[in-house]
């Protein structure tokens, strides 16, 4: 009985191939999540039959209380998040996961200093397990310090006694040679804990080590490039997963690890060519935003609703583009029905602008608009909405700052290359924002300024509703 | 116990696994990046079964309680990741796609 055990893993494969395919198209993807969900279940239960067929005795207590405590917390976490927490909780999650294969890897390992009466592996079986354990404990440990510090980026900063403080973006180019020089040294430590593998001194630097790689690693990326890193940290997670599957020969966790750490990466190349940038530049460039953010000198006065009220009511054709600041305010209800009204009151062609990373992570407007019900096709691609800004009457930008920036055109400062949305062909522009303040990039907006510009300072939702009043007067 | 034959086996299926990884993933329209690296992420999480393997070994040794509760912890942190993500894509999915096929 016990020979057919790994059958129960194959099964469990099978399933995280198809999850994995399907997850890549609209239509199938919710059933490709079933189907990856599906194959984790089935991997747990063929390791608890397999455990208890092997030994007969059980660790029930600790392995129950394990499963269930895990999963209520990951349940609540994942159903009480907003959706603009959407992308910290995935890298969250993730460094949750680059822990828990580190743990197990210095699990394995702390077993035989604690108890010097383990007999030790020996020949292939021992070198394979310190090389996998240490490449799982780097691999491991630089994706949750890397994924943690990843998360506070992504939030802006993070709450200590009260005092809110900004995420720091450093990353001079001598940081490049210290990060290699990190990754040999451990894997010097590595090979030296060959012939040493309980000295607990080469254990603690292997950790520390990897620890510090994970934030050297994502201290210099800002802005915009947040979401490649965390796809790659996600590959990264992978590579762990796979690695621990060698330390404790287990096929399951090599196939699922390396196919999450190659579909991962290919992802993460994906994710970069979307935004018009090579991975390398992104790892290795200090990016979006210095910390320095620009100097504002210039003002603009604002409009008032009534205003743009009335120079929507002879627009043929109207552009949102919607942001992060869109998500904030929880507007995205507001939006659409700004949108209905100028279709039904004046008969206006109405699109959504959809940047690749508008937000913080790709998707997310379109996870909100589509909460709002917006019909799928009034969501146009940047490429396929630019051409078509010149003929466009009125674009309007709520909470969008850095998507639409024209320095990005400009080939110099923390933006430069960035693909944008064209919003400043459009005739006139409206942008809803509460103060002319930076964006995530740190560099002031030269379209707020134009002459074309309407600006309306205030909160997104409390905007959009006077707009909509002002709309159903005229 | 792990033997040349095991560990060249191991080292087959962690190649072949990495091309099929690379194959697998083609073209994926922006809406879909942040579900499949959210589901991909859940994936990852199956160290639970080396977690679940290394709590009972380590109990099983006798004086390995630290041991034990690293794994325990593993336990505990992986299954976060894998329900949490699983979840998390689930909610992101029914607003993107879900949406799109009744529309």
Same mark, same amino acid.
């Given at each position: ?101 580190? +743990? ?52 802006g ?136 953010k620009a100097e504002l000198t210039r003002t603009k006065v604002g409009s008032d ?18 942001g992060y600041g869109m998500?904030v305010s ?67 930008v709520i909470g969008a700052n850095d998507?639409?920036n ?24 409206v942008i809803i924002k509460r103060s002319l303040s930076v964006g995530y990039a740190g560099v002031d907006n030269d379209l707020f300024y134009?002459?074309?510009t309407m600006m309306l300072f205030g909160d997104g939702k409390a905007m ?11 | ?51 679940? +393997? ?50």
């Amino acid at each position: 009985m016990e020979e057919w055990i790994p059958l129960g893993y194959l099964l469990s494969a099978a399933l995280f191939i198809f999850g994995l395919k399907k997850l890549g198209h609209p239509r199938t993807a919710p059933r490709g999540n079933q189907y990856g969900a599906m194959g984790m279940l089935v991997a747990v239960i063929t390791t608890v039959v397999d455990m208890q067929l092997a030994s007969g005795t059980m660790n029930w207590e600790l392995i129950i209380a394990g499963l269930v405590i895990g999963s209520i917390i990951g349940a609540i976490m994942a159903i009480k998040v907003e959706m603009t927490g959407m992308p910290e909780l995935v890298a969250l999650f993730n460094g949750f996961g680059g822990a828990a294969s580190a +743990l197990v890897a210095l699990s394995e390992t702390w077993k035989y200093i604690e108890d010097p009466t383990l007999a030790l592996p020996t020949g292939l079986t021992l070198q394979v397990v310190v090389v996998a354990a240490g490449l799982s404990a780097l691999v491991g440990w630089m994706t949750l310090t890397g994924s943690l510090l990843a998360m506070f980026k992504l939030k802006g900063g993070v709450e200590i006694f009260g005092k809110w403080f900004k995420t720091p973006t450093w990353g001079p180019t001598w940081l490049n040679p210290v990060k290699v020089l990190l990754t040999l040294s451990v894997f010097a430590l590595i090979v030296m804990s060959i012939d040493d593998p309980t000295n607990e001194t080469y254990l603690w630097a292997i950790i520390g080590i990897s620890c510090l790689l994970g934030i050297i690693l994502v201290l210099p990326i800002g802005g915009a490039d947040m979401p490649v890193v965390v796809s790659l940290l996600n590959s990264l997670s992978g590579i762990a997963a796979a690695f621990t599957g060698f330390i404790i020969n287990n096929p399951v966790l090599i196939v699922a690890g390396s196919l999450v750490g190659a579909s991962g990466l290919i992802l993460t190349f994906i994710m970069c060519k979307a935004m018009n940038r090579t991975l390398p530049d992104v790892l290795f460039k200090s990016f979006g935003g210095s910390g320095e953010k620009a100097e504002l000198t210039r003002t603009k006065v604002g409009s008032d609703a009534d205003e743009v009220a009335m120079m929507v009511d002879g627009a043929q054709k109207v552009i949102i583009v919607p942001g992060y600041g869109m998500a904030v305010s929880q507007c995205q209800h507001q939006v659409k029905e700004f949108g209905d009204l100028l279709e039904e009151k004046f008969g206006t062609e109405v699109k959504y602008a959809i940047h690749p990373v508008a937000g913080r992570m790709p998707g997310h407007m379109n996870v909100l608009l589509a909460e709002a019900n917006v019909p799928y096709e009034k969501l146009i691609e940047m490429d396929e909405i630019n051409p078509e800004f010149p003929e466009c009457d009125v674009a309007v930008v709520i909470g969008a700052n850095d998507t639409c920036n024209p320095a990005a055109r400009s080939g110099e400062g923390p933006l430069a290359g960035m693909p944008i949305i064209d919003a400043d062909q459009a005739r006139t522009v409206v942008i809803i924002k509460r103060s002319l303040s930076v964006g995530y990039a740190g560099v002031d907006n030269d379209l707020f300024y134009e002459d074309k510009t309407m600006m309306l300072f205030g909160d997104g939702k409390a905007m959009m509703t006077g707009l909509n009043n002002a709309i159903k007067e005229i | 116990m792990i033997t040349e034959a095991s560990l060249i086996a191991n080292l087959t299926l962690f190649m072949l696994a990495i091309f099929l990884g690379f194959e697998l993933i083609t073209k994926v329209p922006a809406t879909l990046h942040t579900p499949l690296m959210s589901g991909a992420n859940a994936i990852s999480g199956i160290s639970v079964v080396g977690a679940l +393997l290394g709590a009972n070994v380590a109990y099983q040794g006798g004086e390995t309680l630290v041991s034990g509760l690293l794994a325990f912890v593993a336990i505990v942190l992986a299954m976060i990741n894998v329900v949490g993500g699983f979840a998390v894509t689930n909610r992101m999915l029914n607003m993107i796609a879900g949406k799109k096929r009744r529309a």
